[in-house]
């Protein structure tokens, strides 16, 4: 199989004209990855949890490029155009959030929060508006229109589904290709790696701000959200 | 008179309930203030554009805070209850536009380009999206579409003016607020602390840019302006 695309946590390959082939790797970065290891099984976790996610979507009428879990470590997909655009909801202020806009973490927003960045490593992903996609050529107005409509519909089902697992949503990255039937619908991953989950009765963080700040051991936090989200 | 605010280049004093009198000093200041000096007849050369500015602009029907200029360093001005916000303009690419988002210095942008800052010097100023400036309560939405209508007109009236005296404006600042009628007006300053201009034929900058990346001599470039603006 071709290799399309080797990105920090995963490799792509190209099965067919409208397939590809996603592998989890364990590689856990942060920081545009001056902060980098190695954490054994990590790949594994996120494919499963991934796969449980994006089946959910599926479920509730996203477009996602989902097809189904192969093994392990690998998920079967459509192929995408992707846009160069990560696409972050928050509930709650955290992260990068806090520290552009001088909010304090934990701070419940009003209404859901959408941000635009552009995918670029170089320019070390830097926010954007509206405005900017549109100068970068990055977005059509018709496919922003639909991405940010997928992705607030993309957080209330999340938001629910953790909440019954008792995982509060504190923001979440997407990203958004063109599937092969020219639709706009969610790619990459979804997993404790993109999104930020706490504890909702502790507060404790469960998601790759462990590994960010050493709070603690990355897979436990990673394996109590699989189990909770699996029912156990 | 009651100083009510001392910025990096005026001090503004209450003249009464309505009216403030806006005393421009000599103080240039880039990077946050960590690049500073005191430059000799800046105060007055700003005060003169300034006032020609904010006069062509109310001709045009454009509510300002300006009354009159009063001396060589003093303007007349409505009180404003100031937005913090920092609107910028751009229709060359330059300066943190190009930093930000990997464009080369030059570049026409097709239509104007609208940026909103945070007026924050702690956070050093961060862009922001209209849907931030909601969630600081920094704006209401319909103040914001009034922002931008009449930062737009500004923009056309501004570039027209400058180009019949030679002069490119590659991009400016304004700040916002609500005059006593309670509408929506143009306040601070317009002049080469807050405007990119560009000398059309050679390109050579005039404006701030010159102390920033120290470029050649700043009251030169100032001066210039003002003869060219002046009709010289």
Redesign the interface.
């Known amino acids: 199989m071709k290799l399309l695309y080797e990105g920090k946590a995963k490799i792509v390959y190209e099965l067919d004209e409208n397939r590809c082939i996603i592998y989890f790797k364990d590689t856990a970065t942060a920081f545009d990855a001056t902060k980098k290891a190695e954490i054994q099984g990590k790949g594994t976790v996120n494919n499963a949890l991934s796969s449980i996610l994006f089946a959910l979507l599926e479920d509730s009428g996203i477009k996602t490029h989902f097809i189904k879990k192969l093994s392990d470590r690998e998920m079967l997909v459509w192929k995408a155009r992707r846009f160069d655009v990560e696409v972050v909801v928050r509930n709650v202020a955290a992260g990068s959030l806090c520290r ?3 909010l304090d973490e934990g701070k419940r ?2 209404r859901p ?4 960045f ?1 995918k ?1 490593d ?2 070390h992903d ?7 996609l549109f ?2 050529g990055l977005m059509k107005d018709s496919e922003l229109k639909e991405v940010r409509r997928i992705a607030l519909r993309v957080n209330s089902i999340l938001k629910n589904f953790f909440e019954d697992h008792g995982l509060l949503l504190v923001d979440f990255k997407l990203e958004f290709g063109l599937l092969p039937d020219r639709s706009v619908g969610v790619i990459d991953e979804i997993s404790p790696d993109t999104c930020r989950l706490w504890d909702m009765k502790t507060g404790e963080k469960l998601d790759k701000d462990r590994f960010r700040f050493d709070l603690g051991d990355l897979m436990e936090g990673y394996r109590r959200i699989l189990q909770r989200v699996q029912g156990g």
């Open positions: 552009r806009l001088g927003l009003k929060l959408l941000e635009l552009y670029n170089k320019l830097p926010l954007i508006c509206r405005e900017h100068l970068l």
